[in-house]
């Protein structure tokens, strides 16, 4: 994966930065959920997990101090939160009466890790961790399509203001297998030209295997093809290069976006 300087040069954090391919072995977050259809008058139900197979099987999930400002934007665009239910469970404090396509929106704060020779450290960075091996700050971006009835408005193109953000520009409640999604890709609010992997529920129980890989163009625009019907899962990422590494060696974004096609 690889950003082109001309992206980098847009901010001032990134013109000190060097962006390049996110550490395989860090764990994505998503928005699971048993249907992403409910119906009206329904709450929403989800955990976020923590993990590196979709759907997730290791039953570890995003400890809950960790969990950024989670909520859904309804058709109208009024906001609804999203609250923790106990066992990792995670519930919408209303139900949701509006029919129509809903954006869920969470995260993972951003978060220090360090790695030492037993192991990764989580909450501390280089110069709290005697003989740190490397220092990595990073931070997840999730969100979900979820319909409630049927498809309706265009909050799921919403951009939401995340650092790293996958966008769809089709609503993927009106996809059909065989359709095409196209997606855009933002970093720090500018398009991101970068991997994008797909894959759906069934396609690999192992770790990282997606079922399609691309690359979004100089405007931040790719295409998925949708050839399965079910669950799906979009994941980007990257890492900068810290210029001033007493803290951290890298910075490490991770982006999901995940719905069903029915």
Known sequence: MKIKNRLLTRTAALLLAIVIPAATNAHDMWFELKDFKLSKGSSMECYFP???VFPSSNKE??????VAASYIVAPSGAMVPIV??????YRS???LSLPGTHLAVTGKQWTYWVKTTEGYIEGKNKSQVKNALQGIYSAKFSKAVIIVDKPGGNVFSKIVGHELEIIPLKDPGTLVKGDTLPVKVLLQGKPAEMEVKATYDGYSSKSNV???????DQKGMGEIKINKKGKWLIQTSC???AADNRFYDEKMYAATLTFQIR
Not at 84 to 89: P, Q, V, Y
Request: charged share 30%.
């Open 239 to 241: 890492t900068e290069k």
């Open 210 to 216: 997606f079922a399609e890989k691309i690359k979004t």
């Open 93 to 95: 404090a209303q139900k």
């Open 84 to 89: 923790a239910a106990g066992n990792n469970l």
């Open 50 to 52: 923590s993990d590196h």
């Open 61 to 66: 999930y995003v400890p809950a101090e960790r």
